[in-house]
């Protein structure tokens, strides 16, 4: 799914040579103690690190703890880096930290479920509401009732991402909002690239199940190109 990172967390655009040389700098200064470098890492991935461990965990306080403290741990551990991608490596380090809130609950990722998806929603909504328009710009673009359609369709795939097997939840956030190649996933996951694929599988397979569950929020035409995925 190419896009920008953007405020909901989504995936960062490929990069060119340019770009690769540069934050391949940027990592080399950081590693010398730069923090001012290490920073510009931050403002490139905090979007999604924090989109990931929200979407993980569906609570806005306990995912930014967790960013909080993936950074900290990614700038102490900056001089181990010696990975192909800092973008899978830092999301690893945040998915861990999922896992280790959880344990430090002592309750399994799918209980508090309702409180988890209250607070979750909420949050998820206003992400996507940012980089919106605060009024419309014209009566052309901009269409309350889709609005408002489109806000609810949003929130329902949110609360069924909410309801996914964690080790799929975390797979299908990182393939299908934040865009990553399965290679990258594979190490972010630490499991086989068959494994990845057949839990994106099944995370998309019980996504669809949800979501044609609702007719009412998705139109004809969308519900076939969701069938036919």
């Given at each position: 799914?190419?896009?920008s990172?953007?405020?909901q967390?989504?995936?960062?655009?490929p990069?060119?040579?340019?770009?690769?040389?540069r934050?391949r700098a940027?990592i080399?200064?950081?590693?010398?103690?730069?923090?001012?470098a290490?920073?510009?890492l931050?403002?490139?991935y905090q979007?999604?690190?924090?989109?990931?461990?929200l979407?993980m965990?569906?609570?806005?306080?306990?995912a930014?703890?967790v960013t909080q403290d993936?950074?900290f741990?990614a700038?102490?551990?900056?001089?181990?880096?010696?990975?192909?991608?800092?973008?899978?490596?830092?999301?690893?380090?945040v998915?861990n930290g999922?896992?280790d809130y959880?344990?430090?609950q002592r309750?399994?990722?799918a209980?508090?479920l309702d409180a988890?998806?209250?607070?979750?929603d909420e949050?998820?909504?206003?992400?996507?509401s940012?980089?919106e328009?605060?009024e419309?710009?014209?009566?052309l673009?901009w269409n309350p009732e889709?609005?408002a359609?489109r806000?609810e369709?949003?929130a329902?795939?949110?609360?069924?991402?909410?309801r996914?097997a964690?080790?799929?939840?975390?797979?299908?956030?990182?393939?299908?909002?934040q865009?990553?190649t399965?290679?990258?996933?594979?190490?972010?996951?630490s499991?086989?690239?068959?494994t990845v694929?057949?839990r994106?599988?099944?995370?998309?397979?019980?996504?669809?199940e949800?979501l044609?569950?609702?007719p009412e929020?998705?139109?004809q035409?969308?519900?076939?190109?969701v069938?036919?995925?």
């Amino acid at each position: 799914m190419p896009g920008s990172d953007d405020a909901q967390g989504g995936p960062v655009n490929p990069p060119d040579a340019l770009d690769e040389a540069r934050e391949r700098a940027t990592i080399t200064r950081s590693q010398r103690g730069d923090r001012n470098a290490f920073n510009d890492l931050v403002t490139r991935y905090q979007s999604a690190a924090y989109g990931l461990a929200l979407r993980m965990l569906g609570d806005p306080e306990a995912a930014a703890d967790v960013t909080q403290d993936a950074f900290f741990s990614a700038f102490r551990n900056i001089r181990s880096f010696r990975g192909a991608s800092f973008r899978a490596w830092l999301l690893r380090i945040v998915s861990n930290g999922c896992y280790d809130y959880w344990r430090a609950q002592r309750r399994r990722p799918a209980e508090s479920l309702d409180a988890l998806l209250a607070s979750g929603d909420e949050a998820l909504g206003q992400q996507a509401s940012e980089g919106e328009p605060a009024e419309p710009t014209s009566q052309l673009d901009w269409n309350p009732e889709d609005a408002a359609l489109r806000a609810e369709a949003i929130a329902a795939i949110e609360a069924t991402i909410l309801r996914l097997a964690p080790d799929q939840r975390l797979v299908i956030i990182l393939s299908d909002i934040q865009g990553l190649t399965y290679e990258e996933i594979a190490r972010v996951a630490s499991v086989p690239l068959g494994t990845v694929k057949s839990r994106i599988a099944r995370a998309r397979a019980r996504l669809r199940e949800a979501l044609l569950a609702q007719p009412e929020l998705f139109p004809q035409a969308q519900r076939h190109d969701v069938r036919d995925q």
